[in-house]
């Protein structure tokens, strides 16, 4: 520990030295509670959409279906947004998702999981 704290020292980083001498007073509990806490604070909170933002993405989508214009769509899954930009091919009313044509070959997304679409072309 001797052979740390002057290596510390002659780098000089006082921020180092403090959390060194402080780690032994923190039980494993709260290291593993604030690690937990810290990395649900960095995950982003789902947009709310009310009824009306969840009407227009509808017709949006039927809009793109019938144009068969390129759209550029915003889903939430995973706690995380994910983008794809493509066509719409077909929509599915009964399991609620759409078959999505990308660069990269055709996808099956679930149109609850879209948070904003828009026309490209």
Same mark, same amino acid.
Request: hydrophobic share 35%; net charge neutral.
């Given at each position: 520990?001797?052979?740390? *704290?002057?290596?510390?020292?002659?780098?000089?980083?006082?921020?180092? !030295?403090? *959390?060194?001498?402080?780690?032994?007073?923190?039980?494993?509990?709260? $290291? !593993?509670?604030?690690?937990?806490?810290?990395?649900?604070?960095? %995950?982003? =909170?789902?947009?709310?959409?009310? *009824?009306?933002?969840?009407?227009?993405? %509808?017709?949006?989508?039927?809009?793109?279906? &019938?144009? =068969?214009?390129? +759209? /550029? $769509?915003?889903?939430?899954? *995973?706690?995380?947004?994910?983008?794809?930009?493509?066509?719409? +091919?077909?929509?599915?009313?009964?399991? /609620?998702? &759409?078959?999505?044509?990308?660069?990269?070959?055709? !996808?099956?997304?679930? &149109?609850?999981?879209? +948070? !904003? &679409? $828009?026309?490209?072309?």
């Amino acid at each position: 520990m001797v052979l740390l *704290n002057r290596e510390l020292k002659q780098a000089g980083n006082p921020i180092g !030295k403090r *959390n060194i001498k402080w780690q032994g007073l923190k039980m494993s509990e709260h $290291m !593993k509670f604030l690690s937990e806490w810290y990395a649900e604070d960095k %995950q982003e =909170k789902r947009p709310e959409l009310d *009824n009306e933002a969840k009407h227009l993405i %509808q017709e949006e989508l039927t809009s793109a279906l &019938i144009r =068969k214009c390129q +759209v /550029r $769509m915003q889903l939430w899954k *995973n706690h995380d947004l994910h983008y794809h930009v493509g066509r719409i +091919v077909e929509m599915d009313p009964e399991t /609620r998702t &759409i078959v999505f044509d990308e660069p990269f070959g055709m !996808k099956r997304l679930p &149109i609850d999981e879209i +948070v !904003k &679409i $828009m026309p490209v072309d």
